[in-house]
């Protein structure tokens, strides 16, 4: 056998390992967006509560049929995926997704200045209001493509060809109760998705929930805050409305979403958002990573609302 040929398999099995065979093992990490200091629209304790597991419990691989010569690709679809040893650019999983999952949707709840506090615990009782929900799906599907060569598919990916794709989707549905009287107050249901095809230069993470339920946070989150009732008496109610008619609204939307909003310094929270603000002047600064940050002097009279559509301006390098 010449050395010529002797590189070239070398290389193919190389490539092979490198994309199924030496994955690195996945933890789940999550980060809240950072903690909002105001007044709790609702003044009580919310108990999160792990998710009731609700997925399908079947998974198949099929990654070996990519060496069948017809095939055009090996694939892998997963309903439990944290059960898997190995994934398409990673390898086993730690992760418990009621669990974990649960842990980060209460600590973006406690972030979130809605209520006095939020924590996860295995005990609804524990709070005055109980948040739990059920984890419809954690579906994961992922190929390797072979190009209907078998194995010598793999000498495609090392001269620029795909060397598959992944995809992530999360679904949860949510229910907050009285821990006392076991009314519901505010149901919701998230699904998020997340897809890529990659090459064997670059395969990127195949592991995207921890982003998928920071997207559904954000949409949980503004739904709390627009549809929560405010638990409070109708006295307080109506003080309330008094106060307000000394201040007006300021609803920022940026493109792209996402932007973290500080109002004289202070963080508000992400876009799109809503705020409550005294009539006068007040210093409106936006921050997204990849873009430019954003200052503007906004003026509010009493009992106004004011929107801020902005286009935010990638920096120099940064993509859209």
Not at 186 to 215: C, E, I, N, S
Request: proline share 4%.
């Amino acid at each position: 056998m010449d050395k010529k040929r002797v590189v070239i398999i070398v290389l193919g099995i190389a490539a092979l390992l490198i994309m199924t065979g030496c994955a690195s093992q996945r933890v789940w990490t999550y980060t809240a967006d950072p903690s909002v200091r105001t007044e709790p629209l609702v003044n009580k304790s919310v108990a999160v509560t792990p998710l009731a597991d609700k997925r399908e419990n079947v998974n198949h691989s099929m990654i070996g049929l990519m060496y069948i010569p017809v095939m055009p690709f090996g694939w892998m679809t997963l309903n439990t995926p944290e059960g898997g040893q190995q994934h398409i650019t990673s390898g086993l999983w730690l992760f418990r997704p009621n669990e974990d999952i649960a842990k980060g949707i209460a600590e973006e709840i406690n972030n979130s200045g809605i209520f006095k506090e939020a924590f996860f615990t295995n005990r609804a009782s524990e709070g005055e209001l109980n948040l739990r929900g059920n984890l419809t799906s954690t579906y994961y599907h992922g190929k390797l493509f072979s190009y209907c060569i078998s194995s010598f598919g793999v000498y495609l990916w090392l001269i620029g060809f795909p060397a598959g794709s992944y995809k992530n989707n999360l679904e949860i549905s949510f229910e907050l109760v009285e821990s006392s009287t076991g009314k519901v107050l505010w149901t919701a249901t998230y699904k998020k998705d997340f897809g890529k095809v990659f090459w064997m230069y670059a395969p990127g993470a195949d592991f995207r929930y921890d982003q998928l339920l920071k997207d559904i946070m954000r949409d949980a989150i503004q739904s709390l805050k627009r549809d929560l009732p405010s638990g409070k008496s109708s006295q307080e109610q109506t003080q309330q409305k008094e106060a307000s008619k000394d201040s007006g609204i300021i609803s920022i939307t940026t493109d792209p979403h996402g932007a973290k909003v500080f109002i004289d310094g202070e963080y508000k929270g992400q876009t799109p958002t809503e705020v409550s603000l005294s009539s006068g002047t007040h210093q409106i600064f936006l921050q997204r990573q990849l873009y430019k940050p954003y200052n503007e002097s906004v003026s509010i009279e009493k009992g106004q609302t004011r929107t801020l559509n902005i286009k935010m301006s990638p920096e120099a390098g940064g993509q859209r």
